[in-house]
């Protein structure tokens, strides 16, 4: 298969490639499109034959669990069997925008869009691109990211490319995402919200709408049974190359590597001492959340593609403001 790649501007966005891709998507095809997170792989959420095709092109493992996107809250009701208030106020405050939800599904949403379970994971991106496709197509997308499974999640079009060249029909390339890092997931079917994956919207942000919510420290994945959310898995989001974390200063680690003749890659804050040494790759990240969460994923592909042996991680402070970026990081770490 050829993986056609479109342009297209998001400030202005051209109603023909809008069409274009749609017309793949009622066909049963695959779309990559721009998410403010990070780019999703789209099927038709509702057509278990288009969804099998997204679990075909990750290699995905059929106990975790998609995500299906809508183009506007009231979309809901097409996809779950109860709209709570928890919900409804959750998705005034945050919709569109970075935020999952889980809650009880109806029986027009295929099993294999959620591993099996009673529950369906919805949200409303906050991308003009995204959302004019999603209008266009008329129905509900499941959308994981579009990377294979278990490798780096794509922030521009390249990565796609890189991952699902051939796989997929059409790449809607509208440049890097802002956000960097993956929704926020909240089960709603509980008594007590929980958090199933942090993300760019803190647990703080919630409470100060739910009241309490129960965090995800005491949960364990079961990898062989079906998920409650993705980004579950114990490795995910990982680069080729193996990666390892150090709290805070890594610089001794990074120092113990290079003299063992070995390529490394360090992504940390501030001025490393071993910054000039050869063999080192540095990269200073952002000290905000934000702006290290909008470059991360870059930075690991950038570093997967430069033949290194090992790359090192100094892990951003242990609180909740980092806590996204700590999740995503030690799910990446193959040692």
Same mark, same amino acid.
């Given at each position: 298969?050829?993986?056609?790649?479109?342009?297209?501007?998001?400030?202005?966005i051209?109603? !023909?490639?809008?069409?274009?891709?749609?017309?793949?998507?009622?066909?049963?095809?695959?779309?990559?499109?721009?998410? +403010?997170? *990070?780019? #999703? $792989? #789209?099927?038709?959420?509702?057509?278990?034959?288009?969804?099998?095709?997204?679990?075909?092109?990750?290699?995905?493992?059929?106990?975790?669990?998609?995500?299906?996107?809508?183009?506007?809250?009231s979309?809901?009701?097409?996809?779950?069997?109860?709209?709570?208030?928890?919900?409804?106020?959750?998705? &005034?405050?945050?919709?569109? #925008?970075?935020?999952?939800?889980?809650?009880?599904?109806?029986?027009? *949403?295929?099993?294999?869009?959620?591993?099996g379970?009673?529950?369906?994971?919805?949200?409303?991106?906050?991308?003009?691109v995204?959302?004019? $496709?999603?209008?266009?197509?008329?129905?509900?997308?499941?959308?994981?990211?579009?990377?294979?499974s278990? +490798?780096?999640?794509?922030t521009?079009? &390249?990565?796609?490319l890189?991952?699902?060249?051939?796989?997929?029909?059409?790449?809607?390339?509208?440049g890097?995402?802002?956000?960097?890092?993956?929704?926020?997931? /909240?089960?709603?079917?509980?008594?007590?919200?929980?958090?199933?994956?942090?993300?760019?919207?803190?647990?703080?942000?919630?409470?100060?709408? $739910?009241?309490?919510? +129960?965090?995800?420290?005491?949960i364990?994945?079961? +990898?062989?049974?079906?998920?409650?959310?993705?980004?579950?898995?114990?490795?995910?989001?990982?680069?080729?190359?193996? /990666?390892?974390?150090?709290?805070?200063?890594?610089?001794?680690?990074?120092?113990?590597?290079?003299?063992?003749?070995?390529?490394?890659?360090?992504?940390?804050?501030?001025?490393?001492?071993?910054?000039?040494?050869?063999?080192?790759?540095?990269?200073?990240?952002?000290? !905000?959340?934000?702006?290290?969460a909008?470059?991360?994923?870059?930075?690991?592909?950038?570093?997967?593609?430069?033949?290194?042996?090992?790359?090192?991680?100094?892990?951003?402070?242990?609180?909740?403001a980092?806590?996204?970026?700590? !999740?995503?990081?030690?799910?990446?770490?193959?040692?």
């Open positions: 298969m050829n993986t056609k790649i479109l342009a297209i501007d998001p400030e202005k051209e109603p !023909d490639a809008i069409v274009q891709a749609a017309r793949i998507l009622w066909n049963g095809g695959l779309v990559a499109f721009p998410t +403010e997170t *990070v780019y #999703g $792989l #789209g099927a038709n959420a509702l057509d278990a034959a288009a969804v099998a095709r997204i679990f075909a092109a990750k290699g995905r493992p059929s106990s975790n669990p998609l995500i299906v996107h809508l183009h506007e809250a979309e809901a009701r097409k996809v779950v069997a109860a709209w709570p208030t928890a919900a409804n106020r959750l998705a &005034e405050r945050f919709w569109p #925008g970075p935020l999952t939800l889980v809650l009880p599904k109806r029986p027009e *949403v295929p099993d294999i869009v959620t591993a379970a009673p529950t369906v994971a919805v949200r409303v991106p906050a991308h003009p995204a959302l004019a $496709l999603l209008r266009s197509v008329g129905w509900p997308l499941a959308a994981p990211s579009a990377n294979r278990s +490798e780096l999640s794509p521009r079009a &390249e990565h796609v890189r991952s699902l060249g051939g796989r997929i029909e059409l790449i809607l390339d509208a890097p995402t802002t956000g960097g890092i993956e929704s926020t997931v /909240l089960d709603l079917t509980r008594q007590l919200p929980r958090l199933l994956r942090p993300g760019l919207i803190r647990p703080a942000e919630l409470e100060a709408i $739910l009241g309490p919510i +129960e965090r995800t420290s005491d364990q994945a079961v +990898e062989s049974r079906a998920l409650p959310s993705p980004g579950m898995l114990s490795r995910h989001y990982a680069p080729r190359t193996p /990666l390892e974390c150090v709290e805070v200063d890594a610089s001794e680690r990074v120092e113990q590597l290079l003299a063992q003749g070995l390529h490394v890659g360090w992504v940390t804050f501030s001025p490393a001492r071993a910054a000039a040494a050869p063999g080192l790759v540095y990269v200073p990240m952002p000290e !905000d959340p934000a702006g290290y909008a470059q991360l994923y870059a930075v690991l592909h950038q570093l997967d593609d430069a033949g290194l042996d090992r790359l090192v991680v100094s892990l951003p402070p242990d609180t909740e980092w806590a996204a970026i700590r !999740d995503r990081l030690r799910r990446a770490a193959h040692l």
